[in-house]
């Protein structure tokens, strides 16, 4: 069968031994509140496997839910070796007897919110790749990024919505709190677009998958991380309010924050949404 592009969408196509019929060789069906949605059109899988192989060269790749072993069979065959981290019991014991005979793929029972990735790489730089539950897709992203020193890029599939807030540039709607952080230790853009038939069981939503390359060092310069992350999340918390009635949580009174936009160049009367990077790490500075 032929791959069929449009506009960066990949038009759905199911494999002949899809997630669907391996589960119901195995008496399983998915668990909703794992929100379980399995990769079951073969084109996509092909295509995540050919991005993450592009950039992964020798290193190991740690997929993240491997579930039934459709991307894991398509890194396996382009990559040198695969940890194919799952956190459901049943659907590990599946991939165990799936490769058991593949010698470069090592079944790694854990939990993607909180494996350690860093003792995983064991002192090199992994390539991350996976499908992420939509409910917890910014916290993996998240504890992925508080591990980046181990990874040297990582390629996960998440709802469309959220893609597209991460990748969006200041100014739009969809710029917000994931944009900012990514965009400080990452260098992030979207990879595919994958519509609902594309899984099983099929999401009531939209999927895509974002490519996340690991900058060496930040973006820009900040003084202190931490002051940073507290000015960006207070500057959308209520995003129709501007940044001199935003920020007052992050400054002990509004002399010091009048002080600190001056010094930075920032006009008060401006919103969050509006502020660049740098003008984020200016700010943040002065706290």
């Not at 069929?4 to 909703?32: F, Q, T, V, W």
């Amino acid at each position: 069968m032929q791959m069929a592009y449009h506009k960066g969408i990949i038009r759905s196509s199911m494999d002949n031994r899809s997630p669907k019929s391996i589960l119901r060789e195995h008496g399983l069906r998915p668990k909703k509140s794992w929100s379980q949605n399995f990769l079951s059109d073969a084109r996509v899988t092909r295509a995540i496997a050919d991005a993450v192989a592009g950039t992964a060269g020798g290193r190991t790749v740690l997929e993240l839910g491997a579930g039934t072993g459709a991307l894991t069979r398509e890194l396996a065959s382009r990559c040198t070796r695969v940890l194919a981290l799952e956190r459901d019991r049943e659907l590990a014991v599946i991939l165990r007897e799936e490769f058991r005979t593949t010698g470069n793929v090592t079944v790694v029972e854990d939990n993607a919110l909180t494996v350690d990735v860093t003792a995983l790489a064991g002192g090199s730089r992994l390539v991350v790749a996976g499908n992420l539950p939509y409910h917890i897709a910014s916290q993996i992203v998240f504890h992925l990024l508080d591990q980046r020193a181990s990874i040297s890029s990582f390629f996960v599939m998440m709802q469309r919505e959220m893609a597209d807030r991460i990748v969006s540039p200041p100014g739009r709607k969809d710029y917000g709190v994931i944009s900012v952080l990514c965009a400080l230790h990452t260098r992030a853009a979207l990879v595919i677009k994958v519509p609902p038939g594309a899984f099983h069981p099929r999401p009531r939503v939209d999927s895509a998958v974002v490519r996340f390359d690991v900058l060496e060092a930040p973006a820009v310069p900040v003084r202190d991380e931490a002051a940073f992350v507290r000015v960006v999340k207070a500057a959308f918390n209520q995003r129709r309010k501007t940044l001199r009635n935003a920020l007052k949580p992050v400054f002990p009174d509004q002399a010091s924050m009048d002080s600190a936009l001056a010094a930075s160049g920032v006009d008060g009367g401006r919103r969050g949404e509006t502020l660049s990077l740098h003008e984020f790490a200016k700010v943040s500075d002065h706290v």
